[in-house]
């Protein structure tokens, strides 16, 4: 019967395709939602210890400070969706048309179990240093450290 | 048809489930969504109100002080209308279960809701000892030591009005916290003894800074240093000079002369006891020994041959080197007041050392003698007028290196001298920070928590 | 069996657009949360942003006093350690707000801050950073735009009651939310003298306290004309909070002198006549007397002496130079300038030296109306003993995306 090929031919195949069509369409939703809020609850910290990472520095580059250490223990989560992330970080000058230096200290970020990364920058002055270190979210010492030196130089590292 | 009635029944059901989870999928305000930082806002008020210390001050009054209605209207005037605060303040004590007590509460509202931010700041009461207390030169090395002439057997010239040992009271009591050590040298034996590199108190004597606070005049020691100082063939002490200004490039010395032309006479009351042995002005126990003395410290100071003498016959007298040097701005009307330089009008105001703006200048130094004597001005107290150096802070250094080899920091101003002058130069070359400090003890700190919510809005 | 067919065809189109339509609708809320998430992060940014700001003196940290373009972006004063900012980085901002002015005999454009008639901070766009700048040296060039407002939290405002026999003077201080009762109220107030070949002025000092509702009245008896041109500094204090007020009255408004900022490092200003600027009718040479003055502890005004050039007389048009003072020093104060330019016309002009002098407001970055979702927090400051707030308004340049 014709009707019955129409129905078939078309129905069926429609059929099919909703059963692996209906979960795919649900999983990249879904999917796209949490890697928007995972990623960007990993800006929101990388940034907020970028913020305080400069805020450390300028207090002890102060001529005020003369020489000592200071540890900050950053009030970033130790999770995000339950997956730990961890940060690096590279120390590289840069010099403007004037000639006046600086050096900008780019932090990566990683969430493991995820694959998502992202970077900010902290602008720091000529006397920054950086200790290459790790920064392990779910540790339970996980700090900043920053010291300065009695020739002016400010030494930071993840802790812990 | 059933088919659609299948479809009308799922579009109904899926609809019924999207409603639902619509209304437990509640959005947050967009104040909880973005929302002030309350805790910074509460600490930066509470910085600001105890900028000068009123903060401070106000809590430690009886709670019955008409000042907390101030700081109440303080408070009310600096945050926004929509903000309700608490502030307590709280006696911090230590000899029980209670750490802290509650003194006294200031609020604009009773309850401030469920949501809100509190800063917290500790002060201390202004019956506690607040001290500035100044970086000590040479603290990190080097230095450190002030020297200040106070000798008792030499007389000075230019400081009328004063004399040397109350002007070296004065310095003594203005510079001596920037210091490490200041010493008084009490005569012309312990001026030798400084001179010969022997310490007097284990003091260092490398870096250290001299004030010569006999104007023109300059403490000459008995012994070798008048032997040796002592130019016959010239008649003249300019020798001496020479070999000051040795000294101070071998032990990197700051050598200050506070008025008027620096190395003008020597001195030494129980050496020159003759009825001439005077500066025909009627003080007794110096030689004159004119420009040729700030002519040979230059020479020893950039380690140049001495004796550069010449016979003048027109005045019939030896001169040294390029004679008088020094420049009289007193002479031009348009010049004859030279100004506290922009430097140092800055460091009045760090230091709290405020001399006058306006000086008179009739000793300036020329600005050829950093190229003849490779000096290099480091401070300037006085603007410089038409090439001519009324005050500074001249540092040696040697052509081959960097390093400074000895200093002097003259003012040439007529007299009589001020010494505010003299301190605030040599501050303001050295630049010394002053860090403040508190001193805590039981029953002198309070402990102030201000307390943040917001009222309106979305 | 069409009908079969048909009901079929018809069912599953139905079907598929509704699950189209639903899978949008449920996608919506998922990217509404999704946004709402971005803002909650972008609160966060613009507090470290603030912060960033406020507690940094940049690089190098004396660049409010230099004519560097900075390496690093901050306000702090460099001397003191907190929210305390530097009066001479502010004076740096190039001005969001008002319109700038074209000086032609210097072909530069300057940034306008004017508070009322008299009272200018004209800064020379050479020597001002503008916000693309500031953006790319906080790292936030292309992803975010922010606007930072400081504005003091005490304000005074100050108008004339009666103008002669005696001149009354109405005071109300007011702060960010109440009024300040019981404020001491300390003034300055300087009369102008054009008897002379160049106006001068003398000043008289004095203290009272503002009612509960923050007004107090003051009298000079010695005002017995309506055109003496006269200028009150007035400063408010309560616990700690300090606040600047000032009010002239001038009697030529169509003629007077302008100062720019042409060099913060040599502390250079240019003394201009207002109609190579503003143009007007009969114009003319205007005398004037320059004074630099500086607020001391006991809120009298310490005179601060400029030099030769104090005094002198500037023309209009081509050929006819500007003139220059030179202000001798780093700390704030006021470029106090009396001009004449005939016996009985005449006036005051008035230049903060660091914004905080005369508590200038600082507007700087873009204009947020507009835009989809903007952030804001406060931070309360002080700028040379003056208080302040700071406002930052931040907002995000990606748009609606939720994905990248």
């Known amino acids: 019967m014709p009707h019955i090929t129409i129905e078939y031919a078309i129905l069926v195949p429609v059929l099919i395709l909703q059963i692996f069509l209906f979960p795919l369409t649900t999983g990249w939703l879904m999917n796209t939602w949490v890697d928007s809020r995972r990623s960007l609850a990993l800006q929101e910290a990388a940034s907020h210890l970028g913020s305080i990472m400069q805020q450390m520095y300028f207090s002890l580059s102060h001529d005020t400070i003369l020489a000592g250490s200071v540890t900050q223990k950053p009030d970033v989560p130790l999770y995000i969706e339950n997956n730990p992330y961890t940060g690096n970080a590279t120390l590289r000058t840069v010099v403007d048309e004037a000639q006046n230096s600086s050096k900008i200290l780019d932090i990566t970020f990683r969430l493991e179990n995820t694959g998502i990364t992202t970077t900010t920058r902290v602008i720091l002055g000529q006397n920054a240093l950086w200790k290459n270190s790790t920064f392990v979210s779910n540790s339970a010492n996980t700090c900043i450290v920053a010291e300065k030196f009695e020739n002016g130089t400010i030494l930071l590292s993840f802790g812990g | ?458 | 069996m069409a009908g079969s067919t048909i009901d079929h065809l018809v069912s599953v189109t139905a079907f598929l657009a509704a699950i189209l339509i639903f899978i949008s609708l449920f996608n919506q809320i998922l990217q509404t949360a999704a946004m709402y998430q971005r803002h909650r992060s972008l609160a966060m940014k613009c507090s470290d942003l603030l912060d960033n700001m406020l507690l940094s003196p940049g690089i190098p940290s004396d660049w409010g006093q230099t004519n560097v373009t900075p390496t690093g972006f901050g306000l702090q004063d460099p001397e003191f350690t907190q929210y305390r900012l530097s009066a001479f980085s502010l004076m740096r901002l190039l001005s969001s707000v008002g319109a700038p002015v074209y000086y032609p005999k210097t072909n530069q454009w300057y940034s306008n801050v004017t508070v009322g008639f008299g009272n200018f901070l004209l800064t020379s766009f050479s020597e001002a950073i503008n916000y693309s700048t500031a953006s790319r040296l906080l790292g936030i060039n292309g992803t975010y735009g922010f606007q930072l407002t400081i504005t003091p939290i005490v304000t005074l405002s100050i108008s004339e009651i009666q103008s002669k026999e005696p001149l009354r003077i109405a005071v109300n201080v007011t702060g960010r939310g109440f009024p300040l009762a019981n404020a001491a109220v300390s003034y300055c107030f300087l009369t102008v003298d054009l008897k002379g070949a160049y106006p001068a002025y003398k000043t008289t000092y004095g203290t009272v306290y503002t009612d509960e509702k923050g007004s107090t009245l003051l009298e000079f008896s010695e005002i017995t004309k309506e055109d003496t041109s006269y200028a009150l500094i007035a400063y408010a204090q309560l616990s700690g909070l300090i606040g600047v007020g000032y009010h002239q009255r001038v009697s030529s408004t169509g003629q007077y002198v302008m100062p720019f900022v042409d060099n913060i490092a040599e502390g250079r200003v240019i003394i201009a006549h207002s109609w190579d600027v503003h143009g007007g009718d009969n114009p003319a040479e205007i005398a004037y007397n320059a004074t630099f003055v500086l607020l001391a502890e006991d809120f009298t005004l310490r005179e601060v002496p400029l030099g030769a050039d104090k005094v002198d007389k500037v023309n209009y048009g081509e050929g006819q130079p500007y003139k220059n003072v030179t202000i001798p020093t780093h700390n704030p104060g006021i470029l106090v300038i009396t001009y004449k330019k005939s016996a009985v016309e005449g006036g005051v002009i008035m230049m903060p030296w660091g914004i905080s002098a005369m508590a200038f407001p600082v507007v700087f970055g873009e204009d947020p109306s507009g835009k989809e979702w903007v952030a804001t927090d406060i931070r309360q400051v002080i700028v040379n003993d003056i208080a302040y707030q700071a406002t930052l308004a931040l907002w995000s340049l990606e748009g609606y995306q939720v994905i990248r």
Request: with cysteine; hydrophobic share 40%.
């Open chain 2, 1 to 458: 048809m059933m088919r659609t009635i299948e479809v009308l029944l799922v579009i109904i059901i899926i609809t019924a489930a999207f409603i639902i989870s619509s209304f437990f999928a509640v959005l947050p305000q967009p104040r909880e969504v973005s929302p002030l930082n309350l805790r910074r806002l509460a600490l930066t008020t509470l910085q600001t109100l105890d900028r000068d210390y009123d903060l401070s001050q106000i809590v430690f009054k009886p709670i019955d002080d008409p000042s907390w209605s101030e700081l109440q209207i303080a408070l009310a005037a600096t945050l926004p209308p929509n903000v309700i605060y608490n502030l307590t303040v709280y006696e911090v004590s230590s000899d029980g279960a209670i750490l802290y007590s509650p003194i006294k509460s200031i609020s604009n509202a009773e309850s401030l809701g469920i949501e809100s931010e509190a800063s917290s700041y500790l002060v201390a009461s202004s019956n506690v000892t607040f001290n500035v207390v100044p970086e000590k030169i040479g603290e990190k090395g080097g230095g450190g030591t002030l020297y200040i002439l106070n000798c008792s057997d030499a007389n000075g010239w230019w400081i009328t009005g004063y004399t040397a040992q109350s002007l070296a009271q004065d310095l003594y009591n203005l510079l001596s916290p920037y210091f490490q050590i200041t010493i008084m040298i009490q005569n012309t034996a312990q001026l030798a003894q400084v001179l010969n590199g022997t310490a007097l108190q284990n003091e260092v004597l490398q870096n250290a800074v001299i004030i010569n606070t006999f104007g023109e005049a300059v403490p000459i020691p008995s012994g070798y240093y008048a032997t040796q100082g002592n130019d016959s063939q010239h008649a003249s002490y300019a020798k001496y000079c020479y070999i000051l200004g040795q000294k101070v490039r071998y032990f990197n010395w700051t050598w200050v002369s506070i008025v008027g032309y620096p190395l003008y006479y020597v001195s030494n009351m129980g050496l020159f006891t003759g009825p001439n042995d005077q500066n025909t002005w009627g003080i007794y126990g110096m030689k004159l020994v004119g420009p040729a003395g700030l002519n040979a410290f230059l020479d020893g100071l950039d380690d140049k041959e001495y004796g550069n003498w010449w016979w003048d016959r027109s005045d019939n007298v030896w001169k040294y080197d390029n004679d008088w040097i020094t420049g009289d701005l007193d002479d031009d009307p348009r010049l004859a007041s030279v100004q506290l330089s922009s430097e140092a009008l800055y460091y009045c105001n760090y230091y709290g050392i405020y001399p006058s703006f306006y000086h008179t200048a009739t000793r300036a130094l020329p600005s050829w003698i950093n190229s003849t004597y490779h000096l290099n001005v480091t401070s300037y107290i006085l603007n410089t007028v038409d090439g001519w150096i009324p005050g500074a802070v001249y540092r040696h250094y040697s052509p081959s290196d960097s390093n400074f080899t000895g200093a002097l920091f003259a003012l040439g101003l007529t007299r009589t001298p001020d010494i505010r002058l003299t301190a605030l130069g040599i501050l303001s070359d050295y630049k010394p920070r002053l860090y403040r400090s508190e001193y805590t003890a039981y029953g002198t700190s309070r402990f102030v928590v201000l307390q943040l919510g917001l009222v309106g809005g979305i």
